[in-house]
T-cell receptor, first 113, second 109 residues
Framework: EAQVTQNPRYLITVTGKKLTVTCSQN?????MSWYRQDPGLGLRQIYY???????DKGDVPEGYKVSRKEKRNFPLILESPSPNQTSLYFC????????????FGPGTRLTVT | GQQVMQIPQYQHVQEGEDFTTYCNSS?????IQWYKQRPGGHPVFLIQ?????EVKKQKRLTFQFGEAKKNSSLHITATQTTDVGTYFC?????????FGTGTRLQVFP
């Protein structure tokens, strides 16, 4: 089954404790992306990757890191989480090109206290 | 930078009433996509419009792309409780999709 998986689905952590949210897709997509969703603000892009070893900042990259060592994986790293990073996070993937649909993972609900 | 605005932010309707959400871009788009996110779920692709003035239908849903390719609308005829969720438009000219802020639809039986 074609899918994007994320782990963990739910995470409660404390300020400053490094964490990683994993993302994996099995559709051989070149393009992968991370979004955060906050009430009234829609989906805002954090980082994206056009291919292996190619990553770039989205609209709200501060406080986040990513890496793309393999085509299928695109982990999101929060080196020192803060309460304003409490949010719902989605990983997504698609083929390169503006006319391809994006496939989203199930989401990770992160709470930073 | 490029922005995509969506209105209204919320809409509550009685089951059977119609519903429309509007999407406006600050720049011309090569295409527009629509996604639906059920409560507690993730966005799921509904449709893509590419041509100026294009109209597409999916059962009770009608999607339009403006003549100038800067705006779009989604109209639902005779809403049902299964239509509940948040509807996002997303547009772009490159790999990057710019998502609208979404319209949350609530349907009362």
């Amino acid at each position: 089954e074609a899918q994007v998986t994320q782990n963990p689905r739910y995470l409660i952590t404390v300020t400053g404790k490094k964490l990683t949210v994993t993302c994996s897709q099995n559709m051989n997509h070149e393009y992968m992306s991370w979004y955060r969703q906050d009430p009234g603000l829609g989906l805002r892009q954090i980082y994206y990757s056009m291919n292996v070893e190619v990553t770039d900042k989205g609209d709200v990259p501060e406080g986040y890191k990513v890496s793309r060592k393999e085509k299928r994986n695109f982990p999101l790293i929060l080196e020192s989480p803060s309460p304003n990073q409490t949010s719902l996070y989605f990983c997504a993937s698609k083929y390169r090109g503006p006319s391809y649909e994006q496939y989203f993972g199930p989401g990770t609900r992160l709470t930073v206290t | 930078g490029q922005q995509v605005m969506q209105i209204p932010q919320y809409q509550h309707v009685q089951e059977g009433e119609d519903f429309t959400t509007y999407c406006n871009s600050s720049t011309t788009l090569s295409n527009i996509q629509w996604y639906k996110q059920r409560p507690g779920g993730h966005p799921v692709f509904l449709i893509q419009l590419v041509k100026s003035g294009e109209v597409k239908k999916q059962k009770r849903l009608t999607f339009q792309f403006g003549e100038a390719k800067k705006n779009s609308s989604l109209h639902i005829t005779a809403t049902q409780t299964t239509d509940v969720g948040t509807y996002f438009c997303a547009g772009g000219n490159t790999d990057k999709l710019i998502f609208g802020t979404g319209t949350r639809l609530q349907v009362f039986p």
